[in-house]
């Protein structure tokens, strides 16, 4: 079994990848999504997105714990996503992932994400062109939804992904037009699962063990991907994996105050404050002293206030 720590465009940077592979026993994590248009970015993009290949050659594109980083790349020309994901793979990632997922209304709009679920055999055409662009040992991997508007098109898009050679299909059990409402439709993902031969991997609404639990017998996969359940319980992969106690509320503390230097080391990140403020609300799922620390920060305006709080 195997639990994936999944990309949030915004959240779930290397940073935030670096602490909870750390403390959660994840055994993989994909990088928020790298938007290719119509040119072969340079080496810089792929730096800022996933640090861990700046020393892939003697680390292998691990975080400091050891868990190996996948790139995940997003566009709609077969031709410019096999061309980066040959220098991503260069470059020393594990591997490739292509979103197909995305529901931002930007992204769709310039036919990138979930909108390329209305079209199977643009993702067969995409998929086959990265895998061929790649040595043969090489992962590929896909993410997609259930579908746009509805889930017509799921099975049919899963097995187009299949066909063009892909290793391996992450499925979040929601439409785009669903977002991320309850519920997951895990049984989607078992029909997938009955029509398809690659491993597939169960995402959506996975918040605990018990979740996780069920996930797992509705889907029929083995492996699961969490994000948001990740960022609420820092250490669920270690949760679901090894039924480990959840981190108590003085670890999270720890945690929190790990990003803060993290974020806030040398140049000041202009995003920190809105980032800690998105986390405690993720927190507090779980932990009432998140809530009442939630209340305190914010109200503040500074890193610098934030530090002292904390």
């Keep these: 079994m195997r639990v ?15 602490l909870l592979t750390q403390v959660g026993s994840y055994d993989l994590c994909v990088t928020e999504f ?12 792929f730096y800022r997105y996933c640090p861990e290949l700046i020393d892939a050659s003697a680390y292998g594109s691990c975080t400091k714990a050891g868990t190996p980083v996948r790139v995940q790349l997003l566009g709609q020309s077969p031709e410019y996503m096999a061309e980066n994901a040959a220098k991503v793979i260069e470059l020393g990632s594990n591997g490739i992932d292509i979103n197909f997922g995305c529901p931002s209304k930007t992204v769709n ?14 993702l067969y055409q995409i998929v ?13 991997s896909a993410k997609i939804r259930l579908g746009y508007e509805d889930k017509s098109l799921a099975i049919e898009n899963a097995q187009a992904v299949e066909a063009a050679g892909a ?11 669903e977002g991320y409402k309850p519920p997951a439709h895990w049984h989607w993902i078992a029909k997938i699962n009955n029509e398809i031969s690659i491993p597939v991997i169960a995402n959506g609404e996975v918040w605990n063990l018990a979740d996780a639990i069920t ?19 820092p250490n669920l992969g270690q949760v679901i994996k090894q039924e ?6 003085l670890q999270v503390q720890a945690l929190l105050s790990a990003y803060t230097e993290f974020e806030t080391d040398g140049d000041k990140s202009k995003y ?11 927190l507090k799922g779980y932990y009432q002293q998140a809530d009442l620390l939630f209340d305190e920060v914010r109200r503040l305006k500074t890193a610098e206030a934030i530090r002292a709080l904390l």
């Design 4 to 18: 994936v720590l999944a990309p949030m465009e915004g959240v779930l940077d290397y940073r935030m990848r670096d």
């Design 34 to 45: 790298i938007r290719v248009i119509d040119q072969v970015l340079p080496d810089r993009v």
């Design 109 to 122: 709009k310039s036919r990138g994400g979930a909108i390329l679920l209305k079209d199977p055999e643009n």
């Design 128 to 140: 086959k062109a990265v895998k061929a662009a790649v040595p043969n040992d090489t992962i590929v």
């Design 167 to 177: 290793n391996e299909l992450t499925v979040h059990a929601r439409t785009k037009v």
């Design 215 to 233: 996930c797992r017998e509705v889907s029929g996969c083995n492996d699961i991907m969490v994000g948001r359940g990740a960022l609420t319980i």
């Design 244 to 249: 480990s106690d959840v981190m108590p509320w």
């Design 272 to 282: 920190y404050c809105n980032r800690i403020k998105q986390w405690l609300k993720y």
